[in-house]
């Protein structure tokens, strides 16, 4: 698929793996539909995307909200009249050991990271339905695969991520042309153990900072290799790691 005008909604776009895929594909020609809670983070991406040529709007907004995702989808519509494809980024990581009982933070992480990908779902699907064509992106992780230490509840919200991706892709794919991937990354670097609260886990984190990660960047390419894939060709999984990380 060719992505120049292509409408690219993109979750979590405010830092990280967002940011840097609205780079990408604006760069690449597509009108690129922003939204996270801080704005101040999209007005300032907003800009970086104008000054290389790029097209994007702004929607703030909670993915945990049904409301806010009507919101996004009704100024997607009137801005630029469609829906081509739905990148559901968004997602957050207070890693603990379960013994350590916290579970507002469990319960954040199945909220964003998994409710807030079907909320994104639930949103789009009937414009892409009724185009009988367009791409869900889920960002799942290397969680998916395999737990490491405080990653229980996290690692089950991106296997639940990549299951739900699977059943998306074998409902909509062959029916409606809508094509569905799960992206599945190693450790990259971004602002996402920021939302780690726990001390043992904290160090744990910090021996793992002398292995080189993943840029951003890395993601934000596999994305579009996803993307410009023909039509008849679903690119079910990517699953990415940093060389050194085991
Ligand atoms: P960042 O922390 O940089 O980005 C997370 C993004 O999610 C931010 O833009 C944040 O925006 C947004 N977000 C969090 N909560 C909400 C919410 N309730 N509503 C709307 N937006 C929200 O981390 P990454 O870029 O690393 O994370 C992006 C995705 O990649 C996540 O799903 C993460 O699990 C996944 N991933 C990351 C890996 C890594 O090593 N970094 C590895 C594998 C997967 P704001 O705060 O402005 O709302």
Aim: charged residues 25%; negative net charge.
């Amino acid at each position: 698929m060719d992505i120049k005008g292509k409408v690219i909604i993109i979750t979590g776009a405010s830092s990280g793996i967002g940011e840097a895929t609205a780079l990408k594909l604006s760069k690449e020609g597509a009108k690129v539909v922003l939204t996270a809670r801080r704005e101040e983070k999209l007005e300032e991406l907003k800009k970086k995307i104008e000054d290389q040529g790029g097209e994007a709007l702004i929607v703030t907004g909670d993915v945990t909200k049904k409301s806010d995702y009507e919101e996004l989808v009704k100024k997607t519509l009137e801005e630029f009249k469609t829906i081509d494809v739905l990148i559901n980024n968004a997602g957050l990581m207070p890693l603990s050991f379960v013994e350590k009982l916290k579970t507002d933070e469990w319960e954040k992480m199945v909220d964003v990271n998994i409710k807030g990908v079907l909320n994104g779902v639930a949103a789009v699907l009937p414009t892409m339905i009724k185009n009988k064509g367009g791409n869900i992106i889920n960002i799942s992780s290397s969680a998916a695969h395999k737990y490491f230490p405080g990653g229980a509840v996290y690692c089950a919200t991106k296997s639940a991520v990549k299951m739900f991706s699977e059943g998306l892709r074998q409902e909509l794919a062959p029916k409606y042309g809508i094509n569905v991937t799960s992206i599945e990354p190693g450790a990259v670097s971004t602002e996402l153990t920021n939302t780690i609260t726990d001390e043992d886990i904290k160090e744990m984190f910090k021996d793992m900072q002398k292995m080189t990660f993943l840029e951003a960047e890395d993601i934000a390419e596999a994305i579009y290799y996803t993307l410009v894939q023909p039509a008849r060709a679903n690119i079910n999984d990517v699953f990415i790691m940093p060389t050194q990380q085991q």
